[in-house]
Structures are given as structure tokens and as C-alpha cells.
């Protein structure tokens, strides 16, 4: 309840509120007459169309008409005012701080695993062009900050600039994908988790990517003890060391 509470909340955002207001204006535009008979070539609304390709239509359609200055008149206002819309009224972004490591292919990622095999690595998969992985951004940031540790570490890797990851790991970046984003888990340089699952007839199992669910379903709560009981008994190795050597 808690969860859909903050989403309901985060909706509530003049970028997202001033998105709806230029949709119900095209459609508003498409279905009143006369207007829509100077600006459209087709006034019936095509519901299986994206607004952007349905505008860039028209735009191409209306060079045929008569009307076609006054046409391309009224279509830069309306580019003019989703300008505006997108430099005043950006979408909402994560500005707090984040403990990731950006990799750049799986030579990257390969070489900073094999540097020190005792660090977990928590790895996010994604494609910038994916809603699912933009929506994931921000809690993913937050887990790097909360959790992050010498020993306990965050990574991302964008799959569509360096497909050779997705290959290595069998992630599908396709438009059609149910694997964006992947998050997997290594520890001693192999992989030990990952979300969303894949058996072995490919079928993706379906994971929703809450802040609770991540730090569930990798159990980050005791995986950031366990790290943080690594490192003192690390340290208290290294303080023995020493005052053995002041002994000799």
C-alpha cells in the first residue's frame, strides 16, 4: 500500500501533469471541428498510433494541401509549446547520492571483477531507451548509496552501447524484452543470482523492481552484515600481521 501511496505521489509533478495536459489538447484538437479540419488531414482518432509519429504524419500530409502555411503555422506553435514543455517542466530525476561504477563493455567489467575476487558486485543491465530501467534508476542509486561497501559494490552496465555484455550474460535487450532490467549478483567473479530469473527453457519470471523487493529478493540487509563482518575481521587479521612484525 505504502508502495503505491509514493507512486500515486510521485505521478503528481508538473512534468507529468503538463504531459497530460498537451495529450488531452491533441486529442482535443483532433476531434473539434473546424479546427481539426486546418490542422489534420484525418480528423478520426487512430488510438494504435503514438502521438509523436501521428504529428510527424500530418506534418509530411499537410505540405499537400492548400492550407499548408497556415497548417505548418499551427504545427510550430504546438512543437514550440512541447519545447517549452520540455525545457521549463523536465521529467523528475534522482539527484541524491550513488555509489556505482559505470562499466564500458564486459572487458571493463571482466578486469575490475578479477582486480579483488572477495568484492560482491551488484550489476543493473539496462537500456536507456527502456521506461522500465528509467524507473529503476533512481532506487537503484539509492541501494548503491545505502548499501555500498569496500567489499559490497554497485555497477551498471548499458546493454545497448555494449551489446557484447548482453551476450556474455544472456540478457535480451530487444524492444520486446522481459529482461530489462536485469540485476545480477556476483560473488568470486561468478554469478550467483540474478532478477528477473531465467529457466532453462528461457521462461523469464516476472519481478517487480520496488526498493523492497531488490533488497528482498538479494537479501541486501544480510549481504551488507556479512560484508561489513568481512572487513573487520579483515582488519583485525592486518592489526595481527603487524604486531607480529613489531615482535620479530
Not at 550513488?98 to 551488484?122: A, C, P, S, V
Not at 522481459?178 to 549478483?185: D, G, M, N, R
Request: with cysteine.
Amino acid at each position: 500500500m505504502h508502495w503505491v501511496l509514493q507512486n500515486i505521489m510521485g505521478l503528481i509533478h508538473p512534468h507529468y501533469i503538463s504531459n497530460l495536459l498537451l495529450s488531452v489538447l491533441f486529442f482535443g484538437l483532433k476531434t473539434m471541428e473546424p479546427v481539426c479540419d486546418v490542422i489534420f488531414e484525418n480528423c478520426e482518432l487512430e488510438l494504435v498510433e503514438r502521438m509523436g509519429a501521428a504529428y510527424f504524419s500530418w506534418l509530411h500530409y499537410s505540405h499537400k494541401k492548400s492550407k499548408a502555411t497556415q497548417n505548418i503555422f499551427y504545427g510550430i506553435a504546438y512543437v514550440v509549446v512541447c519545447l517549452c514543455q520540455l525545457v521549463l517542466l523536465p521529467e523528475p530525476v534522482y539527484r541524491g547520492p550513488e555509489h556505482i561504477t559505470y562499466f564500458t563493455g564486459i572487458e571493463n567489467l571482466q578486469n575490475e571483477m578479477d582486480k579483488d575476487n572477495r568484492i560482491t558486485w551488484i550489476i543493473e543491465f539496462y537500456s536507456a531507451w527502456s521506461p522500465n530501467c528509467v524507473n529503476f534508476a533512481p532506487i537503484f542509486s539509492e541501494l548503491s548509496a545505502k548499501y555500498s561497501l569496500p567489499n559490497l559494490k554497485f555497477g551498471k552496465v548499458d546493454i545497448t552501447r555494449f551489446a557484447d555484455a548482453a551476450d556474455k550474460f544472456k540478457v535480451n535487450n530487444s524492444v520486446t524484452s522481459k529482461q530489462l532490467p536485469t540485476v545480477i549478483q556476483f560473488e568470486n567473479g561468478k554469478e550467483v543470482r540474478r532478477k528477473p530469473f531465467v529457466n532453462e527453457r528461457g521462461q523469464v519470471s516476472k519481478f517487480v523492481f520496488t526498493m523492497e523487493n531488490v533488497c528482498s529478493g538479494f537479501q541486501l540487509n544480510e549481504m551488507y552484515l556479512q560484508c561489513q563482518k568481512n572487513l573487520k575481521g579483515k582488519k583485525s587479521n592486518s592489526k595481527t600481521v603487524e604486531e607480529q612484525k613489531k615482535d620479530d
